[in-house]
């Protein structure tokens, strides 16, 4: 459970909501982390930023990058 209370769906601006509604689409809820960032929108932008850039890269194959984020996960004792 996270320590801090991430922003309610129906409360999230525009752009935020619609990322949220999308993760929430394709993993039955939206990532904890994100809920996090979009307490402050400049910090959610930023970080969307970051994922977007290096999606667009192509330079980490996307399996690598799903086995990454599991294993920062598992090491944080994240349920992803």
């Known amino acids: 459970m996270a320590r801090i209370k991430g922003v309610e769906l129906e409360a999230a601006e525009d752009y935020t909501g619609r990322v949220l509604g999308a993760q929430a689409k394709k993993w039955g809820a939206p990532l904890l ?3 996090l960032y979009a307490r402050r929108p ?11 850039g290096i999606e667009a890269s192509g330079l980490i194959d996307a399996k690598l990058q ?10 944080n004792h994240c349920e992803f």
């Open 42 to 52: 400049s910090i959610f932008r930023g970080v969307r930023g970051m994922w977007n």
């Open 66 to 75: 799903a086995l990454v984020n599991r294993r920062v996960a598992a090491l």
């Open 33 to 35: 982390n994100h809920l």
